[in-house]
């Protein structure tokens, strides 16, 4: 994953969550890169079974371009909660439930750490991204990204998705549901990636997409 390859054309973003494709399409939208989703296109959904964060987008990314004979990439992403010894991580999504429910995510966070006699304001946790870009022929390339922050109760904001209102990035008194699209990428001119994905696809912009630098 070291030699990296322009992108352009169609590519698939092998994803079936709406919140994640919504980002993914601000994001490459300065690049004229035409993105469809998993989702969209109907495909199957594979089993998630890797140890790390780049393993399982490997499985989404792989299986997109598998069924599509395209370019895809793969978002695998969760939150790190010190206190909880790094959980929920790789069980990030697990936490809602099914049907999915943040709200419930979001609670269990708040009810685990008090198990352990922990409050959630102020509590250490990070957002961690791993962003997987595959190819028919088999070439493949990794980029990843790390959002540093605290946690606050109760949640606060409406934007965003997931764990997006209890948490509050490094340097903000905001929770990412309390900023908006430009705020929570972090994009030119406010800076080089705020959140974790942003941080993740700006490394993937760099390398592999024109006008990234």
Known sequence: MTDHRQLSGKVVLATHNAGKLKE???LMQPYG????????LGLAEPVENGTMYAENAAIKARAATAAT???????????SIALLDGAPGLFTADWAGQPRSWERA????HDELAKRGHAVEGA????????????????????????????TWPPRG?????????FVPAGYTRTFAE????????LPPIGAGLSHRA??????AAACLKGGG
């Not at 004979?69 to 939150?79: V, Y």
């Not at 961690?128 to 990843?144: C, I, K, M, R, Y």
């Not at 409406?158 to 997006?164: L, M, Q, R, S, V």
Request: hydrophobic residues 45%.
């Open 24 to 26: 993914m399409r601000e």
């Open 33 to 40: 890169v035409e993105l469809v989703s998993a989702g969209e």
């Open 69 to 79: 004979g395209l370019p895809a990439f793969a978002d695998d992403s969760g939150l």
């Open 106 to 109: 979001m609670q269990r966070a």
């Open 124 to 151: 250490a946790a990070a957002f961690v991204s791993a962003l997987v870009l595959t190819w028919p022929d088999g070439h493949e390339e990794l980029f990843e990204g790390r959002c540093p922050g605290t946690l």
């Open 158 to 166: 409406k934007a965003g998705f997931g764990y997006d209102p209890m």
């Open 179 to 186: 900023l908006g699209p430009e705020e929570k990428h972090g």
């Open 199 to 204: 941080r993740a696809f700006m490394a993937l």
